[in-house]
């Protein structure tokens, strides 16, 4: 069951992170959305190890961005 949520945040966290890298393209501003999206896969994927759930984590980011890329690239065709 905890598997399952840090696999869903961590998901979710892929989602965001494409999302904020497709609106900072598109708006050209990039001061310091680098250093935000960085701590939020480092924060999801750090709560992740320390329970013991590293793998779900990393499998539920990589899913997430991966999805959420290849909606994005259709959409912005």
Same mark, same amino acid.
């Given at each position: 069951?905890?598997?399952? $949520?840090?696999? +869903? ?5 892929? #989602?965001?992170?494409?999302? &904020?890298? %497709?609106? !900072? ?6 001061? $310091?959305?680098? +250093? ?5 896969? #480092?924060?999801?994927?750090? &709560?992740? %190890?320390? !329970? ?6 990393? $499998? ?8 959420? #890329? ?8």
């Amino acid at each position: 069951m905890t598997a399952m $949520l840090f696999g +869903l945040s961590a998901a979710a966290a892929g #989602v965001a992170e494409v999302w &904020l890298l %497709a609106r !900072s393209l598109r708006t050209g501003r990039n001061s $310091l959305s680098w +250093l935000g999206r960085l701590l939020m896969v #480092v924060v999801v994927l750090l &709560l992740a %190890a320390t !329970s013991g759930h590293l793998l779900s984590g990393a $499998l539920g980011w990589a899913l997430g961005f991966g999805v959420a #890329v290849a909606v994005t690239s259709r959409r912005y065709r």
